[in-house]
């Protein structure tokens, strides 16, 4: 597989067409020396930072793929960590592509998608719009949990919760989820007469929200809750195409 084919792989299983307005430029970021030598080595990450390229880079990946990338639909002027993030790169010659709202929405590798099916969530629907765009998902426990029960299904490897709010029902049967800096978007969940709200961040405001509102809240983390749709993409990868692929773990616990 080339970089141009596997662009060609990531862009039909993320269709990022359809998010067009998402700030974050989806799709190859930074190319290659030849988009048509062979790839044999993909890196998956959640931040495209300094620390997570030169561990791609001295992994020997060919490719880096990350949720959070280098460019934010702005221009940009190659200074400082910018510089470095790029030259670090190139002279790897490392291809760099990014997948961000279109990784958070979708149905097989997503985020919010993933993080339901953990949960062992059913009769999932699509939830949560930002800028006419439906990024998250809304399921239903076949039995009511505690938000302790959920708690231990949703963090893995001895991760933990960063916030947690137990402000509504004791007997949790209805959940929304939104990865990543989405705090604002719990009113989305209470408009919807959601039991639980998860996402990544939370604010001061949350608090009170929350409180007057009866609902639970579960920030699990910006970095720990979009950990989850780069590693089912690398699984994905990894399955069909038979590349090796792996997995830089730089979390922020945050």
């Known amino acids: 597989m080339t970089l141009r084919e596997l662009n060609q792989y990531f862009n039909e299983i993320l269709r990022p ?31 495209a930072c300094l620390e997570t390229i030169l561990r791609a880079k001295e992994a020997k990946a ?17 200074v400082g960590s910018a510089y470095e993030k790029i030259k670090s790169l190139m002279d790897a010659d490392m291809a760099l592509y990014a997948a961000h709202l279109p990784l958070d929405a979708n149905k097989e590798v997503g985020n919010n998608y993933g993080l339901a099916k953990r949960l062992g969530l059913q009769n999932l629907e699509g939830f949560g719009f930002w800028r006419g765009m439906e990024i998250g998902v809304k399921g239903k426990f076949e039995s009511p949990l505690s938000i302790d029960q959920i708690i231990s299904k949703l963090f893995v490897d001895n991760q933990k919760p960063f916030v947690v709010l137990p402000f509504g029902k004791k007997e949790i049967s209805t959940v929304g989820i939104i990865s990543g800096g989405a705090n604002h978007d719990v009113s989305q969940a209470i408009d919807e007469g959601l039991d639980l709200y998860i996402t990544g961040e939370i604010g001061h405001d ?43 773990d730089v979390p922020t616990g945050l």
């Open 17 to 47: 067409q359809d998010f067009s307005d998402d700030p974050s430029m989806n799709g190859i970021q930074v190319q290659n020396s030849d988009m048509d030598k062979p790839i044999k080595k993909v890196a998956f990450a959640v931040d």
């Open 62 to 78: 060919d490719v880096l793929v990350v949720h959070h990338g280098i460019f934010w639909g702005a221009s940009y002027t190659l």
């Open 206 to 248: 949350n608090y009170h929200q929350c409180l007057e509102n009866k609902i639970n809240y579960i920030a699990g983390g910006h970095y720990q809750t979009e950990t989850v749709g780069v590693n089912l993409l690398r699984k994905k990868l990894e399955q069909e195409k038979n590349i090796e692929t792996v997995f830089i």
